[in-house]
């Protein structure tokens, strides 16, 4: 079983930037596409990026597009989440998953394996 790690998060001023981590186990981690999602209280889960297992292809929720930006080191087994230009609206905890498919990427259901979650807090 795999475990997803995220770690990064914290509380920063708007306009700031911030990595966020995620650590995966296994030795299976090349091999599949990775996806960040994150959720605010009463809401669902919220599509933000996704790579695919070589790092070649990524996709980016509609609204996010241009201050995120996903990458991966799979000799590490980590896959990244740089975000840039933060506004209080990115505030979220932010969640690593592991796609089971290629297609449908931003739907959470085809994901099969989730981290505990990080909180990133932004201030005005």
């Known amino acids: 079983q795999v475990q997803l790690v995220e770690s990064g998060g914290g509380l920063v001023q708007a306009g700031g930037s911030l990595r966020l981590s995620c650590a995966a186990s296994?030795?299976?981690?090349?091999?599949?596409?990775m996806g960040w999602f994150r959720q605010t209280p009463g809401k669902g889960r919220e599509f933000v990026a996704a790579i695919s297992s070589s790092g070649g292809s990524t996709n980016y929720g509609d609204s996010l597009k241009g201050r995120f930006t996903i990458s991966r080191d799979n000799a590490k087994n980590t896959v990244y989440l740089q975000i840039d230009s933060l506004k209080p609206e990115d505030t979220a905890v932010y969640y690593c998953?592991?796609?089971?498919?290629?297609?449908?990427?931003?739907?959470?259901?085809?994901?099969?394996?989730w981290g505990q979650g990080t909180q990133v807090t932004v201030s005005s």
């Open positions: 998953a592991r796609s089971t498919r290629s297609i449908m990427i931003v739907d959470p259901a085809v994901y099969d394996a």
């Open positions: 296994g030795r299976t981690f090349s091999t599949y596409r």
